[in-house]
């Protein structure tokens, strides 16, 4: 098992960054981890993966804005949000997959005023 918690939300201006932070339980090394965000009155979406080897994707949406990143040696996955916009409000997540299993994190508050 693997606990993951979220932390480095707020209320930002438009053009603002963030930069939201995962620490987990125990060893991320060689796990793939996920962000997803959900918007009041949405479902749930990918915001981008960073693979075991650090590669990554992006959601259209978030492409050229956010970057994710990993430090195996702190257990912590980051993304960096640059030129937020309002639409990006939303509770950021962070997911790990490991064995066939998800894990997810309770969450953190971003909220992004034009």
């Known amino acids: 098992q693997v606990q993951l918690v979220e932390s480095g939300g707020g209320l930002v201006q438009a053009g603002g960054s963030l930069r939201l932070s995962c620490a987990a339980s125990r060893s991320i090394l060689g796990i793939n981890m996920g962000w997803y965000r959900q918007a009041p009155g949405k479902q749930r979406e990918l915001v981008g993966r960073i693979t075991g080897s650090s590669r990554t994707n992006y959601a259209d949406s978030v492409k050229g804005r956010f970057t994710i990143s990993r430090d195996n040696a702190k257990n912590t996955v980051y993304l960096q949000m640059d030129n937020l916009k309002p639409e990006d409000t939303a509770i950021y997540y962070c997911?790990?997959?490991?064995?066939?299993?998800?894990?997810w994190g309770q969450g953190t508050q971003v909220t992004v005023s034009s």
């Open positions: 997911q790990a997959l490991t064995f066939g299993n998800e894990y």
